[in-house]
């Protein structure tokens, strides 16, 4: 009897949810519409890769080895060579940042490569230094041919001997495209968007309305106020979700190399504990504006800033890396990018679930106390 | 009936707020009240009595800090979810979904309750026809009328037969004739049913209706009884002033009011002065005072001994803000000239229209307003009538149609005539975060006064509205932010003052000294065009004008209006209800035979 009640009032508040979600347009901008400006805002507009970066090259030696050396600039996708016949021309590209380096080939250089000591300069702007980085290990990569074949030719012994060749690898993310590691990322800040954006209005919306007060004032148990608000959304995050696959599948063509089982269920506990943080704030404020405010500093924000999606979180100041240790997302934004680029490890799935679960059980119960019935 | 247990027991309930200045404000004081079961029970008292708290209180949502709180048998307190079960409860927001229609937001509240099938139907047939709802089911709730938001809100309410109805204030903002409705539906509920409700109300036309009638204010029980019980509190005191030729009703009603050693309250009503004497009153001083008014006694109404509950416990409370005599602006000569240079009408509207796509807000209106006049604009909720009124503060551009507004057209010279005007809105539109001084100066300078003549307004409006100017705006109580917000309106001196339903939400007594105002400032020469929902307050003005569904249906004065209606009395709620349903039924007619 008590049962029954519960399930038919759970269905006519998550029918109404359902109602009140699907008749407000602005909802479905920021459930759907939203996600996919992401998708294809961080898929295709934000990448950490460096294309086509100019290079100035200066041949202040203009022998033929010069030249073939510096030639190993052409042959790349990712460097444009210039050529500049002034050093002073070419700091004044660089100023402009109309350059990323200046390569300088000295006049010195044939003497030197004859003394088997042959070097050229690489300048690197360093205004950013992740394009800084990225143009050093380009440039050095495209020379290293050509100066070996150069060595080779001038005195095969001097290059065999003492001279070690460094064969690099990357594992997980061969290619090193920025998508592959952005795009599972995107799938941690969709899924926390819905409960920042959503979520976050929907009891403060009741208070505001005055609607709580007639709802208290019935049957209604407060578990079914949360649960009834957070069904219609699971709905809406799963398909943001597979928005989310579909598009790293098949559009940017990221590798899936976990199960995607485990994604998919990992993803769908992680969307529980984002929507539930929202009610959470939503109770806890009563104002629509001033929940969605809170919602998007405690949960958006530190989930691109803090989660590990942009930075490195060995890198940064001990206190950061505890702080982002309280965040669920810094743990699922750890597993997600594990699953799709490693592939399952089965130790990780649990460890991360079980403090997704905890998470998601505390909020909910937070919730639910913060709609105790009573209005003081 | 006495072997039957009170529906309601409250003993010593206290329950206190944080006030303005961060002080406690007790909501109950103490509070010891007993509710009989299968019967109307009226709360009533001004606003801050404590009458929602205790409805609240009652429904299990606040906890008192004293005293007990027996509902049907049950502590609420202990076992607030035992009693949320079996009573039904609206609140003074209805509690509906805009965003779901009205048969959705029905099922919504019988799913919630439990109603099963078939019971849900006949339940359901029977609500709808009792509210007139059966042809908008499918319309949002949004979409619907204030008077049919109200009903549908009591529709919800009632989806099953609840043991205790609560009622928060249900006609607040809610035209007469939605008012007489809902009541129809509740007593009907309550003969057929013997439902038990409990309601609180400002009007005492609803408290006369219920079988007990509580008087509350400031959280503490006045007095309580039957409704003849407590009218026959103020037999005898209760009279009938017929001003002298030449004399206007409200000038009358003005003197009266300035004299509370004699006099307990003045209103205006049908040309003459409705008064209460105060029991112990000089004869002398009263005959003076009365100026050759001839005399009449009149039989004493619940309203009579409510105000005199409420005037003397607000003598009885030192500091006590309504019982501060009413603030008269002093004559100022600058403005009083400057509207009778203006010989003809001061807002010339002609044939003025507006729509809003297909459907016509306001169809082809016509009237003049004389200089130093008091218009009333009545109408139901939905008549057009906050439209018109929106046009003639230049706030809306009509569509078509002609409207000068102090001898400029509003619609070539809108900013010009602008700033000859003032504007008081329904809601408190200054900001609640400034302080009172710093209020009035920024709207002086959004008038355009500055440096000296500024402070000067400034100071003027303090004095002559005894504001204290360091006092936070939004923390001032509900009469004073009113008194700023007119304060504000007339900072650059207009000829013309417009009010937007200017006294919903305040209390009597200082809705008197409210209206005090206004006489004094039209007697000063400024005009003054007003809406309002209490009828009574249609006395005070020199003519009214009723609309309904964007229609004129008469314009004249107080009198001409009651003569037309053709209800005998004074009654402006009677003879409003009855001039639009007679123009309903002639529109109904009409249609029939097109």
Redesign the interface.
Known sequence: MRLS?TL??L???T??ET??ML??RSNLMVGFLLPLVLILLFGYGLSFDVKDARIAVVMQNDSLPAREAAMGLTGSDYLSPVWIHSMQQAEEMMMAGEVDAILRVPHDFLRQLALGDARVQLILNGVDSNTASSVESYVSGALAVPFAQLADRRGGKAASSGQAVIVQRTWFNEPGESTWFLVPGLIVLILTLVGALLTSLLVAREWE???M?????????PLELVLSKLAPYMVIGAIDLAMCLATARWLFEVPMRGSLAAIVGVSMLYLLVSLSLGLLISAAMRNQFAASQLALLTSFMPAIMLSGFVFDLRNVPVVIQVVSQFLPATHFMGLIKTLFMAGDNWPEIWRTSAILALYAVILIALTRRALK???? | MSARPPIVAAEGLRKTFEGPDGGEVAALDGLTLQMRPGELTALVGPDGAGKTTLIRMVAGLLRPEAGTLQVLGRDVTADPQGVQDRISYMPQRFGLYDDLSVQENLDLYADLHGVPGEERRERFARMLEMTDLARFTARPAGKLSGGMKQKLGLACTLVRSPELLLLDEPSVGVDPLSRRDLWKIVQQLVDEEQLSVLVSTAYMDEAERCAQVWVLNRGKVLDRGTPEELRARARGLTFLAVPPAGMRARELQARMVDAPREVVDAVPAGGRVRFIRQPGADEAALGTLLAGAELLPREEELEDTFMMLLRQHAAETAGDPAAAPAPAPALDPARGAAPAAAAGPVIEVRDLVRKFGDFTAVASTSFDVMPGEIFGLLGPNGAGKTTTFRMLCGLLPATSGKLDVGGRDLRSARARARAGIGYVSQKFALYGNLSVRENLEFFGGAYGLRGRALKARVAAALEEFELDPGARSGDLPAGYKQRLAMAAGLLHQPGILFLDEPTSGIDPLARRAFWRTITALSAQGVTVIVTTHFMEEAEYCDRIAIQDAGEMLIIGTPREVRAEAGTAGTDMNAAFIGIVEQARARRRDAEAAA
């Open positions: 009640g038919s009032r269905a006519a508040l029918r109404k109602r009140q008749r407000d309305r005055g609607t007060e007639s709802l208290f004032v019935t049957p209604v148990r019935k009573k209005l003081d």
